[in-house]
Nanobody, 121 residues
Framework: QVQLVESGGGLVQAGGSLRLSCAASGTIFSIDVMGWYRQAPGMQRELVAS???????IYVDSVKGRFTISRDNAKNMVYLQMNSLKPEDTAVYYC???????????????WGQGTQVTVSS
């Protein structure tokens, strides 16, 4: 089993910054892609940013230039630095990871419980 635990959410004024962290633990052989998703009320969950084990990144257009995703492979952690936050960034942010738990080359998708980010205007 694998657990993902997020931290770092909260309430911030527009223009402010927050840093989200996600720690993966449990039976982990390797982690492929790690990412952050968000879901606002009444909206579908959307990919915010992802990063491969080699460091390649993808961002949704709305956060490019403001958010930065990074990871520490040795610690099985992924981070999301969020700058210049806007009220439309308000959502529950979820950590996601594709994890291989043994020498068998099969990856499974895991989610964290979510952390609330609220940006006031």
């Amino acid at each position: 089993q694998v657990q993902l635990v997020e931290s770092g959410g909260g309430l911030v004024q527009a223009g402010g910054s927050l840093r989200l962290s996600c720690a993966a633990s449990g039976t982990i052989f390797s982690i492929d892609v790690m990412g952050w998703y968000r879901q606002a009320p009444g909206m579908q969950r959307e990919l915010v940013a992802s990063i491969t084990s080699g460091g390649s990144t993808i961002y949704v257009d709305s956060v490019k230039g403001r958010f930065t995703i990074s990871r520490d492979n040795a610690k099985n952690m992924v981070y999301l630095q969020m700058n210049s936050l806007k009220p439309e960034d308000t959502a529950v942010y979820y950590c996601n990871a594709r994890v291989r738990s043994s020498y068998v080359p099969t990856y499974y998708n895991y989610w964290g419980q979510g952390t609330q980010v609220t940006v006031s205007s």
